[in-house]
């Protein structure tokens, strides 16, 4: 079936480091993915989506590009700050059929500064 | 506009108790879906709805009904609470593109 994984944390990064956060991803269908993130206490707010293969989605300094062929949409931004210090979440949502969005088990991330 | 609300914040049940939780959403989505967090797990969908009258199974229902008599509103009900079922829980309302909307999470504690 349909999965997701992403890289294990905690990522513990100093401030204006470089980050990356791996996910990839099984589908059977053509699915569309997202990462969110998740600040303590809060729900989940989206950060960035790609619906297609080479699609670049980008926010807030973040971005993640849709690889096909190697079923991945790696998270990544030049130069961190304390106030990235969160959880990150990747996800794809599908529908062949059944209604399916599935999340990573998430990655924590804190920026020291 | 307020976006995604869910009531009540916390929650404490006794084992075998029954309690709805409130979620409603001012965006006029037709999806919305129902999700559990539990530590090391991610989110797992419970229930999810495309329209008013229209729901359906996620990945872990048993235990959860669901109903969606309004676009607006989506109450999940737990028919008799476990300890298993002491998670945070997530409303979210979403686009057709998959964009969703989550509303801030109840915590709720079985004992």
């Known amino acids: 079936g349909d999965s997701v994984t992403q890289m294990e944390g905690p990522v513990t990064l100093s401030e204006e480091a470089f980050l990356t956060i791996n996910c990839t991803y099984t589908a059977t269908g053509y699915p569309s993915l997202f990462w969110y993130v998740q600040y303590p206490g809060e729900g989940l707010q989206l950060l960035l989506k790609a619906t297609k293969a080479d699609d670049k989605g980008s926010n807030k300094g973040f971005e993640a590009t849709y690889r096909k062929e190697t079923t991945s949409f790696h998270l990544e931004k030049g130069s961190v700050q304390v106030s990235d210090s969160a959880v990150y979440f990747c996800a794809l949502s599908d529908y062949s059929g059944t209604y399916k969005y599935i999340f990573g088990t998430g990655t924590r991330l804190k920026v020291l500064a | 506009n307020a976006g995604v609300t869910q009531t009540p914040k916390f929650q404490v049940l006794k084992t075998g108790q029954s309690m709805t939780l409130q979620c409603a959403q001012d965006m006029n989505h037709e999806y919305m879906s129902w999700y559990r967090q539990d530590p090391g797990m991610g989110l797992r969908l419970i229930h999810y709805?495309?329209?008013?009258?229209?729901?359906d199974q996620g990945e872990v229902p048993n235990g959860y009904n669901v109903s969606r008599s309004t676009t607006e509103d989506f109450p999940l009900r737990l028919l008799s609470a476990a300890p298993s079922q002491t998670s945070v829980y997530f409303c979210a309302s979403s686009l057709p593109s998959g964009e969703q909307y989550f509303g801030p999470g109840t915590r709720l504690t079985v004992t």
């Open positions: 709805s495309v329209g008013a009258g229209i729901t």
